[in-house]
């Protein structure tokens, strides 16, 4: 089983900023990509970021450039600081941890940017 602690959610202003992290935990045997996914209400998840190792990073195309995702050196914890925060950026934030092919997913946060 993997284990998930996502914090930093909240409510901010829209240009304004939040970070999230998420660590992992349980039979991991090792470091594994992780990223970050979102949903709207309403809507169906979106890609936001993925992080393969230390220093590959994939973005989804509406907020690169405004998002920063993160690893926390050889451990299984990322981060993701987002910039210039939309009101179409409002969603729950959910963590995932890619380990032989299968996805484990955190329990989200969420954020709210007020307009």
């Known amino acids: 089983q993997v284990q998930f602690v996502e914090s930093g959610g909240g409510l901010v202003q829209s240009g304004g900023s939040l970070t999230l992290s998420c660590a992992a935990s349980g039979s991991l045997g090792g470091m594994w990509p992780m990223g970050w996914y979102r949903q709207a209400p309403g809507k169906e998840r979106e890609f936001v970021a993925r992080v393969l190792a230390e220093t590959i990073v994939n973005y989804g195309d509406s907020v690169r450039g405004r998002f920063t995702a993160s690893r926390a050196g050889s451990e299984n914890t990322v981060f993701l600081q987002m910039n210039n925060l939309k009101s179409e950026d409002t969603g729950v934030y959910f963590c995932?941890?890619?380990?032989?092919?299968?996805?484990?997913w955190g329990q989200g946060t969420a954020v709210t940017v007020s307009s």
């Open positions: 995932y941890l890619r380990r032989d092919s299968t996805d484990y």
